[in-house]
């Protein structure tokens, strides 16, 4: 089985030549996704799976390289749970990843980084905005309140 040193080397190789909407390296987002899910009581499964909560979704590693790696079962539903699917509704996704034992904590510390007002106040008020809404609605969809971060 890989480590969790290295799951994050792999994600982080997966994802270098990726930034997030502020043009931050794509490693940061991954890193404190991680990190939240340490922070609420995550296990090493939640942890390796916040590592490579966006690999799938994002092209940075295969469905086919996640399912033959050397990780526990478990790690690789939550990932596959909490990745979106081409024209899927949010009630859908929201409902994947309430049904798959760990994912919802990873979702949960992956929508507070998302969500953090600090990393939103550098995009432009129209996606602030939209973003803002949609981990809002998606919060409400996994049943988290605003006291659960």
Do not use: C, F
Not at 16 to 36: C, F, I, M, N, S
Request: hydrophobic residues 45%.
């Amino acid at each position: 089985m890989l480590t969790l040193t290295e799951v994050e080397t792999l994600a982080r190789a997966a994802h270098a030549d990726q930034t997030d909407k502020a043009g931050r390296p794509y490693a940061e987002h991954l890193r404190a996704v991680a990190e939240g899910v340490r922070s609420r009581g995550g296990d090493a499964d939640q942890i390796a799976a916040a590592w490579l909560h966006d690999a799938v979704e994002d092209d940075a590693l295969t469905e086919t390289w996640l399912r033959e790696a050397a990780l526990s079962d478990r790690t690789k539903a939550i990932v596959l749970a909490v990745t979106k699917r081409a024209g899927e509704a949010p009630e859908a996704y929201a409902a994947r990843v309430l049904a798959t034992p760990g994912a919802l904590l990873v979702k949960e510390a992956d929508l507070a980084h998302n969500a953090d007002p600090a990393r939103l106040a550098v995009l432009d008020a129209p996606t602030r905005t939209r973003l803002t809404e949609k981990y809002t609605r998606m919060r409400a969809l996994l049943g988290l309140t605003d006291t659960d971060d």
